[in-house]
């Protein structure tokens, strides 16, 4: 196996997979001239996965929420390589992964930061006919398919079957994602299509459709039916309680939870945002580590974020995992990114020393990792949103629009990666009010 980062040979070698939220953080908060670091992903940039739901409609432009990996690698002391694959397999015991290449690296310490990947509950029809929003590559084909769809159905006859077919833009999950994608596509609807083409615009539907019975679980009942019942004053048609059940050309099944009914449902457009699945590299990981890797949810990890079944050597974060007391969000993949550079800190010193009280007396400085929820946003539409703000015990639960959708935004361009994408963000913003979208 060749060695990660050849060039630093008496430095440990830390492999990262991934470019995404826990990978960057990490990458960003280390010394990097402490370790030999290789990062390994299929994807070249970091995506700001926060306001993706507003690139398809151009609220953003993609560039914008996306940054280079090669720029962020060069932002530390130390030298960074970077290999654009996707790591295939890993092994715990030979403490090698495998890249698509074929390429083997060896580490010393791994951190498996790969996210997850769209779940779709095994409901056929789904990869054949929808769309997802997980990816920038994402965005790109539902906005092509939008204007492909606006296009041919402005040719056709209003109110016609056919046109109304094209123009019925149905999202399925009522998390955040799905909430968030609704409200932009009805935003560029109705401040758009209407301004160009209103008879178009009439034409169009959005439908929201959830399984449970309300939306935004992770919201308090006050903030969701906030959210619900100006998602429908909007003109969302919102479903809940109907579960897709099977998706075909451009028609899917759904069935009430009430009366086991199912209906079918026209459509132009499908996006489909119903949660995280395990990719397949993880589920790999799991299968090698069969006696503490036993919760198909995600990686099992301890509490300073190692890997049960390779602790000391593989540290695995973010989305990949499972926690039952954190969601998979950018906040949880942030805070572990932000802790392990510490922890790696620490264990720089640990490597370079040799007298035992001294690697207890470090070792007890490594705590464990503890984290601290800052609430949750929502944008829902028409310059409105809901925010549920936590500062220690402090709650502030606030929502609708004015200061609601100022402080949303406000928190989103702190939260950019960059001083280029926080100055993007506010520039799409203010050309949206001026201008609009394009
Ligand atoms: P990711 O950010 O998904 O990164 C995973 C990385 O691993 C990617 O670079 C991927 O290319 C790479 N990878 C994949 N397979 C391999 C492989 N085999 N080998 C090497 N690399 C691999 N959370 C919030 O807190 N607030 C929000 O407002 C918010 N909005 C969101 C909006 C949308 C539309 C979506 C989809 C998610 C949103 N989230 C939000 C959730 C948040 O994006 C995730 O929780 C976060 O991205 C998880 O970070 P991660 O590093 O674990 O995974
Ligand atoms: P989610 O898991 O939060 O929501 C998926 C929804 O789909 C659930 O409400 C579920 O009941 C529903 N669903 C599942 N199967 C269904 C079916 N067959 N038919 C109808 N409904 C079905 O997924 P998400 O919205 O993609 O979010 C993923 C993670 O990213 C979450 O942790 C979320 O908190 C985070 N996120 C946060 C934000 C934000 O903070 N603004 C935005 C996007 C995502």
Redesign the pocket.
Known sequence: ALPAAETNNNKKKIVILGSGWAAITLLKSIDTELYSITLVSPRDHFLF??L??SAPVGTVALESITESVSTLTRQGNGRVEFIQQEATDVNPESKTVTLGNGTELSYDYLVFSVG?Q??T?G?PGVYENANF??EASDSISLKNKLKENLQKAAELPAQSAERKKLLSFIV?????????TAAELQDYVTEEVGKWNPELAADCKITL????GN????FDKKMYTYAQDHLIKNGIDLKLR????KVADNVIT?KNADDQSLLDIDFGILVW????GTRPITANLMSKLPETQTNRRGLQINKKLELLGAEGSIYALG?CTFHPGF?????VAHQEGEYLAEVFKVKAEIDNTKEQSKIERLQSHIQDFKYDHQG????IGDEAAINDVRYGSFKWNFMGHGISFKVWQSAYLVMAISARTKFLIAYDWIKVHLVGRQ
């Not at 459709?209 to 449970?212: A, H, K, P, R, S």
């Not at 109907?242 to 059940?245: E, G, P």
């Not at 945002?273 to 995280?276: L, R």
């Not at 949750?376 to 944008?379: D, E, F, H, T, V």
């Open positions: 996965t926060p993706l739901p997850a769209p779940n509950f409901i929003l997980k399925v999950g009522g998390g955040p994602t799905g909430v968030e459709i959830e399984g449970l939306i935004l679980g992770m109907y579960m897709a059940q759904v945002a119903t949660g995280n989305d969601l998979p969000t950018a906040q949750a946003l929502c944008y």
